[in-house]
């Protein structure tokens, strides 16, 4: 069974930047694509971005598109969030997840998920 940790989040000013790590661990399977998505109180789980198993397809929400890049290093096993510009508005925990396909922006394609890590963006 793949377990994966979150880790990066915090405080932030906006403007600021931060990266969020997932990392994978146990029996990960392979190939395997990646999503991250995050969830702000009162609000539905949304979808932030996703990135291939070799690295070379991603795709970004809108709201995130120009601010945010996921890349992923296999050999560590890990994937990364790279935010810049934060905006109050990206207030949220952040999740990633692990499914068998590239592509998918809802939450119930993916079937493996951390536990989260929060990002709070200070105004």
């Known amino acids: 069974q793949v377990e994966l940790v979150e880790s990066g989040g915090g405080l932030v000013q906006a403007g600021g930047s931060l990266r969020l790590s997932c990392a994978a661990s146990g029996r990960t399977p392979s190939p395997y694509a990646m999503g991250w998505f995050r969830q702000a109180p009162g609000k539905e789980r949304e979808f932030v971005g996703c990135?291939?198993?070799?690295?070379?397809?991603?795709t970004y929400a809108d709201s995130v598109k120009g601010r945010f890049t996921i890349s992923r290093d296999n050999a560590k096993n890990t994937v990364y969030l790279q935010m810049n510009n934060l905006k109050p508005e990206d207030t949220a925990l952040y999740y990633c997840a692990a499914g068998p396909s590239y592509g998918f922006i809802t939450p119930e394609k993916y079937d493996t998920w951390g536990q989260g890590t929060q990002v709070t963006v200070s105004s």
């Open positions: 990135i291939s198993w070799g690295g070379w397809r991603t």
